[in-house]
């Protein structure tokens, strides 16, 4: 088997990023008719022409597209391997993090997180990319810098991880509720009607469980993806919500909030990050800016 040429992936990267032949030579040092060639190589080694032509400019085809982000993150690997180790300077700092997170973690800690970095860093930029499940796969394939979440018996175990902070369920229901006044029992709770929180669209939760243990069964009428769904029907409906109590401190406000009349394991909400980027400096700064706005 043919060594490949690894040069080309310095290339295919920024062919990819400048969407141009011009542009990348430009970028590269080389000439066009140098880079054109270096396009001709790429072709034949990937099988697909990755830029063709539409109208004056070239797109990328399909698989282009798909290997656009995969190349730039293996590209930043290598240049970090290379690299000498220096002190960072964060205010020289420019790079874009991508963070996959809870909308209420986004809700709860984005706009200090942006403060903290807009202080200390200014040509930083953050992305957020809402997570729909436990799938670690963002991260292994460098797509994703860091995630949160609720580390459990699913979560791939070669990932590095660091409590942020601990959480717990709380009740809540609108102004006019009958909840709001009285004192809650565990039989009052659960005769009300409720709104289940599902992102796998499951019939129960833990909360069903400690009920059925007394006896009890709730009437749940809905059931929703997400903590922010709930809430905003709470506050169109009579229909009563259990959610995470900082995740979605911002999401609760003008709404009636109260203890479980009955006790939930609390969760430890961590940080998760792939391994290659445990010794780099920019990352591991960016990490301890979310630990102490989270703090």
Known sequence: MSTPDLNLLITLDVLLSEGSVAGAAARLGLSASAMSRALARLRETT???????????????????????????????VEAVLRPVQMLDVRQLHRTFTLRSSDGFVE?????????????APGVRLRFLHKTDKDSALLREGRV???????????DGSLHSRILF???????????????SGKISAKRFA????????????????????????????????????FAAALTLVRETHLIACVPERHTRNLRTGLYSFTLPFTL?????????HPRMDADPAHRWLRNCVREVCA
């Open 145 to 155: 810098d860091l995630e949160t979440g609720v580390v459990g018996d699913t979560t």
């Open 166 to 180: 601990r959480d717990r369920f709380v009740g809540v229901v609108n102004a006019d509720h009958a909840l709001t």
């Open 108 to 120: 709860t800690f984005a706009a200090a997180l942006l403060a903290r970095i807009a202080e200390e």
């Open 47 to 77: 099988g697909d022409p990755l830029l063709v032509r539409a109208g004056r400019g070239l797109v990328p085809t399909p698989r282009a597209l798909e290997l656009r982000e995969r190349v730039s993150a293996l590209v930043q690997e």
């Open 191 to 226: 005769a009300g009607e409720h709104i289940l929180v599902s992102r796998r669209g499951r019939e129960t939760a833990v909360v069903d469980e400690v009920l059925l243990s007394s006896g009890l069964t709730r009437n749940i009428v809905i059931t929703v993806g997400g």
């Open 265 to 273: 394991p609390q969760m430890n909400v961590s940080m998760l990050w």
